[in-house]
């Protein structure tokens, strides 16, 4: 099995599953991506047990597709279209007949960009685009808009390290009474992960309780400046390999996004035992979360929404916090690397039949 690889942004996660492919059917990769971005300085040398690690912008789009073809992948997987580069990449490698693999993150919302998309997609998309490979379920309403359905649309793209998130029953159980609890942010500290409506929450908190959680964060960005002066403590972006012990150190996740398509984060806390915050904008809310079972939603520009989550949420028994994280423990299941693996080989089989 030869995989070519076209990404974007590098993460743990991604290479958690790449690493899984090559151990369960002894694939070769070829990988090409973004460097590190500013705000996500992720740690390149843990790529490198999968082979080179390529520069993205370090080779023409002329050169990629040459040594793509020379490699002859059975299939190319590619981050989805936001490099227009590799757009045109993959509608040379499609019309060469090699199979194009697309990740989507993105939720049907009924814009006129996306009402565009769905009557042009015939005549682009599905230029360069074989297999749309979604994260859930809001994503493959948008994808069947776009006309992909069936054995064209595969779910489960995004899938943490579950198994160094997991935490075994014990530590479940003394989770539940740790003697000193904090709420815990992970991301990039940018506009659209709603870090003002946090920031602006989590101060109106403090006041309304007698002795607050204190707030965990950890990332990069603009923006580290207001969480600090609301009172948060800022850890700084940690890399995937420390970020277990943060989650389960702590008492519960908060994502406050307006803007999330899907949110790793959000699994990896689960899997850490960790009951949940997450605004309605989470993608990942729709099979993480369940209200009351494992966690609060609540309305994404609400200041008092997330106010009332926050005391809500510090207010629970030791013994409902348990209940909580064990419940986010069982929903995390759902994603693992070695179901994406078992996807992708599986879904590239049945394309091998069918073209018998």
């Given at each position: 099995m030869k995989i070519a690889v076209l990404s974007t942004r590098l993460s743990g996660y991604m290479r958690s599953c790449l690493e899984v492919l090559t151990r369960q059917d002894n694939a070769s990769l070829l990988i090409y991506a973004w460097p590190s971005q500013a705000d996500a300085p992720f740690n390149t040398a843990k790529f490198e047990s999968l082979g080179v690690l390529h520069n993205r912008y370090d080779y023409t789009d002329e050169a990629i597709v040459k040594t793509v073809t020379d490699f002859r992948p059975d299939a190319v997987l590619v981050s989805g279209w936001k490099d227009k580069g590799y757009?045109?990449?993959?509608?040379?490698?499609?019309?060469?007949?090699?199979?194009?693999?697309?990740?989507?993150?993105?939720?049907?919302?009924?814009?006129?960009?996306?009402?565009?998309?769905?009557?042009?997609?015939?005549?682009?998309?599905?230029?360069?685009?074989?297999?749309?490979?979604?994260?859930?379920?809001?994503?493959?309403?948008?994808?069947?808009?776009?006309?992909?359905?069936?054995?064209?649309?595969?779910?489960?793209?995004?899938?943490?390290?579950?198994?160094?998130?997991?935490?075994?029953?014990?530590?479940?159980?003394?989770?539940?009474s740790v003697k000193a609890p904090y709420f815990l942010y992970v991301g990039r500290y940018a506009p659209e992960k709603g870090l003002d409506i946090l920031a602006a929450a989590y101060q109106a908190y403090c006041k309304q309780v007698q002795d607050p959680w204190p707030l965990v964060c950890a990332g990069a960005g603009s923006l580290s400046a207001m969480l600090v002066a609301a009172g948060a403590e800022d850890r700084g972006f940690v890399q995937p390999d420390h970020l277990p012990e943060l989650m389960q150190n702590a008492a519960?996740?908060?994502?406050?996004?307006?803007?999330?398509?899907?949110?790793?984060?959000?699994?990896?806390?689960?899997?850490?035992?960790?009951?949940?915050?997450?605004?309605?904008?989470?993608?990942?809310?729709?099979?993480?979360?369940?209200?009351?079972?494992?966690?609060?939603?609540?309305?994404?520009?609400?200041?008092?929404?997330?106010?009332?989550?926050?005391?809500?949420?510090?207010?629970?028994?030791?013994?409902?916090?348990?209940?909580?994280?064990?419940?986010?423990?069982?929903?995390?299941?759902?994603?693992?690397?070695?179901?994406?693996?078992?996807t992708l080989l599986q879904g590239l089989q049945k394309f091998r039949l069918q073209s018998c």
């Open positions: 757009v045109k990449i993959c509608r040379q490698l499609k019309s060469q007949g090699f199979k194009i693999i697309s990740g989507c993150d993105t939720q049907w919302k009924g814009s006129l960009r996306q009402q565009l998309a769905r009557i042009i997609s015939p005549f682009h998309l599905k230029k360069f685009v074989d297999v749309m490979w979604v994260t859930g379920e809001r994503q493959r309403y948008f994808a069947k808009m776009l006309g992909y359905e069936g054995d064209r649309c595969w779910d489960g793209y995004y899938a943490c390290d579950w198994k160094a998130f997991a935490c075994n029953q014990d530590f479940l159980n003394a989770s539940s519960a996740f908060v994502l406050p996004s307006r803007f999330e398509p899907w949110g790793v984060a959000v699994q990896e806390a689960a899997a850490s035992g960790l009951p949940l915050i997450l605004s309605d904008n989470c993608g990942a809310s729709a099979h993480l979360l369940r209200p009351y079972y494992n966690g609060f939603s609540f309305s994404s520009e609400s200041v008092q929404d997330l106010t009332q989550a926050l005391e809500a949420m510090s207010c629970l028994t030791s013994s409902q916090r348990l209940s909580y994280g064990q419940a986010s423990y069982s929903l995390s299941k759902q994603y693992t690397p070695q179901r994406w693996s078992q």
